[in-house]
């Protein structure tokens, strides 16, 4: 059973919500703003898989609740938005969700993305324990322990961002398109949100680039999508 954190503070859509997604199987706690979230998670050690956040808030909105717990954990976050704007989309995975979900979701299709997420964090162990440690210039990445190293400093990645990396590492030198990705780490078919991938790029190459607004390491192939090369 997933543990939830539902952040959302029209009370009637939370009590729906929840009551739904507890009828799917899922444990469900809620918080009716941004700050009561937060304290839940960083105070109070409310445990949980995952985040679903809404995203028009009182107080903190929900960009800058995602954001604070993306700096402080990588808990997997859901974004719930009354909009697709591409605005509203882009700004939320940029600042660290994993995926978003427009308003009114429909529980099935909610719970659906709440186990593709969560499908995230269970990585496959390769075979061969010759392909267990890669490395790349000064990065390194420990598939057997799950540990990214950059400079020698260890690497915080999010489920998402790991299996993304992963996928570059098994394709060494080979571009793979957005919607070849959207499937082996979002498992989207072709109605996947390109988005999702570009935003979870640009924040890989934050974290593993020497300079991120000029990769060397994660390469774009203009048009395409993206490859993993030597510098």
């Given amino acids: 059973m997933s543990q939830l954190l539902l952040v959302e503070d029209d009370a009637v859509l939370a009590e729906?919500?929840?009551g739904a997604l507890r009828g799917l199987g899922?444990?469900?706690?809620?918080?009716?703003?941004g700050e009561r979230a937060l304290t839940a998670l960083f105070e109070e050690g409310a445990a949980a898989?995952?985040?679903?956040?809404?995203?028009?808030?009182?107080?903190?909105?929900?960009?800058?609740?995602?954001r604070r717990i993306r700096?402080?954990?990588?808990?997997?976050?859901?974004?719930?938005?009354?909009?697709?704007?591409?605005?509203?989309?882009?700004?939320?995975?940029?600042?660290?969700a994993d995926d978003y979900v427009v308003k009114p979701a429909e529980p099935r299709v909610l719970d659906a993305r709440v186990k593709t997420v969560l499908r995230r964090a269970t990585?496959?162990?390769?075979?061969?324990?010759?392909q267990r440690v890669f490395t790349l210039?000064?990065?390194?990445?420990?598939r057997a322990a799950m540990v990214v190293t950059n400079n020698g400093s260890e690497v915080h990645l999010t489920p998402t961002e790991l299996r993304l990396l992963l996928e570059f590492v098994d394709h060494f030198g080979q571009v793979l398109s957005r919607q070849a990705l959207l499937r082996r780490?979002?498992?989207?078919?072709?109605?996947?949100?390109?988005?999702?991938?570009?935003?979870?790029?640009?924040?890989?190459?934050?974290?593993?680039?020497?300079?991120?607004?000029?990769?060397?390491?994660?390469?774009?192939?203009?048009?395409?999508g993206y490859r993993l090369a030597k510098p």
């Avoid at 496959?124 to 324990?129: E, G, H, I, R, T």
Wanted: aromatic fraction near 4%.
């Fill in 16 to 18: 729906a919500l929840s």
């Fill in 26 to 33: 899922h444990s469900v706690t809620v918080a009716g703003s």
């Fill in 49 to 66: 898989d995952l985040v679903l956040l809404d995203v028009m808030l009182p107080g903190i909105d929900g960009f800058e609740v995602c």
């Fill in 71 to 96: 700096a402080r954990g990588s808990v997997p976050v859901i974004l719930l938005t009354a909009r697709g704007d591409p605005i509203d989309v882009v700004a939320g995975l940029e600042g660290g």
């Fill in 123 to 130: 990585l496959a162990q390769p075979a061969d324990s010759a």
């Fill in 137 to 142: 210039g000064e990065l390194s990445v420990d």
């Fill in 185 to 224: 780490v979002w498992d989207y078919g072709y109605t996947g949100d390109s988005r999702l991938v570009d935003a979870a790029v640009a924040r890989l190459r934050a974290k593993i680039e020497p300079d991120p607004a000029n990769p060397v390491l994660l390469r774009t192939a203009r048009g395409i």
